[in-house]
């Protein structure tokens, strides 16, 4: 098993996400196989030295990144390997042969009406999601997506309704 990280927030740009996206592909590098594939270029010697720990940069243009992102992917990805992907938006640069998905919702995109349609066929994909806030979560969950939806506050879970539970700290 590997895991394939998806993702348009990395270091070296800051940020919430970026933070999160690096701790998590660090953290299961020292685990199992880990590749990142993020939107711009990373140095190979990425403060890690850990040799579970693979690179794939991407030079296209963004308007055809997701679909070089695509082509990667499926040349490393097997059955039993898992992709995380940083949103929504990232799990169109994932093969559709990919049987595991987890997606990480957040931000305010969820609140245009606009983007719901392409939202839902994206989440649609995700075996998991996990919601930055309990708003958000209650956003997802009123999309009706069957994928089981967690909100990110810590390590223990808490069963709320439906197929959504809850991560609570202490």
Request: net charge positive; aromatic share 8%.
């Amino acid at each position: 098993m590997k895991y394939l990280i998806v993702t348009q927030t990395f270091p070296p740009k800051s940020g919430g996400m970026q933070t999160v996206m690096e701790t998590i592909s660090k953290k299961l590098a020292t685990f199992e196989e880990t590749h990142v594939f993020p939107d711009h270029f990373l140095k190979k010697d990425f403060n890690i030295s850990n040799s579970n720990f693979h690179i794939h940069n991407n030079f296209t243009p963004k308007l055809l990144r997701h679909i070089v992102k695509k082509n990667l992917v499926a040349k490393i990805y097997k059955d039993n390997d898992i992709v995380i992907c940083d949103s929504w938006k990232s799990i169109n640069a994932v093969p559709d042969k990919v049987k595991k998905i987890i997606v990480f919702a957040h931000g305010q995109e969820y609140l245009a009406t606009k983007k719901t349609n392409l939202i839902k066929k994206s989440l649609y994909r995700a075996n998991h999601i996990i919601s930055s806030s309990n708003y958000t979560l209650d956003l997802i969950n009123n999309m009706n997506i069957a994928s089981s939806v967690f909100v990110a506050e810590g390590v223990n879970t808490t069963p709320v309704t439906g197929q959504s539970a809850q991560i609570r700290t202490s």
